[in-house]
């Protein structure tokens, strides 16, 4: 089945405490990306990468890093979490950067104390 | 990317077609209209997308008037499962991030 999938799907964590929330999908898609959601705001990009080893800011990079070392997997890396970053996070992928279909994953609803 | 403007709220009847606008006047002649929807806390799901012809698809009608400056996301027989949040957005094909607006949050009554 084609699926990006997300773990962990919850997390409760503590200030400064480095985490990573992993993104995989199994449709050899070049394209992927972050987005975080929080209420009034919508969903917002964070970052983004076109194919393995090119990512590139989005909206609101502050605060997190992305590595693409393979095709499939697509990691946002928090370095040390700050309660501001309590969001639900969502992972892309689509065939390209420009496709019309993208595809989420499933959520990853964060939250830090 | 072009602004789009879409009613808060709107309710339908299970059963019957849920016709669901969008006003997106300052659309240039390359961007597409796209609509994604999401249910509850789920990830967005794509819905349909056009340029200027209408489209159809297994899921919805997506109706865009002659000057391209609204379109009318169609959902012909509504059940339950179809309240949800759904997006109209407008983007370039090139472009890379989609632009969720606050969207239009759809309840189906039984």
């Known amino acids: 089945e084609a699926q990006v999938t997300q773990n962990p799907r919850y997390l409760i964590t503590v200030t400064g405490k480095k985490l990573t929330v992993t993104c995989s999908q199994n449709?050899?898609?070049?394209?992927m990306s972050w987005y975080r959601q929080d209420p009034g705001l919508g969903l917002r990009q964070i970052y983004y990468s076109m194919n393995v080893e090119v990512t590139d800011k989005g909206d609101v990079p502050e605060g997190y890093k992305v590595s693409r070392k393979e095709k499939r997997n697509f990691p946002l890396i928090l370095e040390s979490p700050s309660p501001n970053q309590t969001s639900l996070y969502f992972c892309?992928?689509?065939?390209?950067?420009?496709?019309?279909?993208?595809?989420f994953g499933p959520g990853t609803r964060l939250t830090v104390t | 990317d072009a602004k789009t403007t879409q009613p808060p709220s709107m309710d339908c009847a299970e059963g019957r077609a849920a016709n669901l606008p969008c006003n997106h006047s300052?659309?240039?002649?390359?961007?597409?209209v796209y609509w994604y929807r999401q249910i509850h806390s789920q990830g967005p799901q794509y819905i349909i997308h056009g340029l200027k012809n209408n489209e159809t698809n297994e899921m919805a009608s997506l109706i865009i008037t002659e000057d391209r400056k609204s379109s009318t996301l169609i959902l012909p027989h509504a059940t339950l499962r179809d309240t949800a949040v759904y997006y109209c957005i407008v983007r370039v094909y090139s472009g890379y991030a989609l632009n969720f607006g606050k969207g239009t949050s759809l309840l189906v009554t039984p």
């Open positions: 449709m050899n898609h070049e394209y």
């Open positions: 892309a992928s689509s065939l390209e950067g420009g496709a019309h279909e993208q595809y």
């Open positions: 300052t659309i240039s002649g390359n961007e597409y």
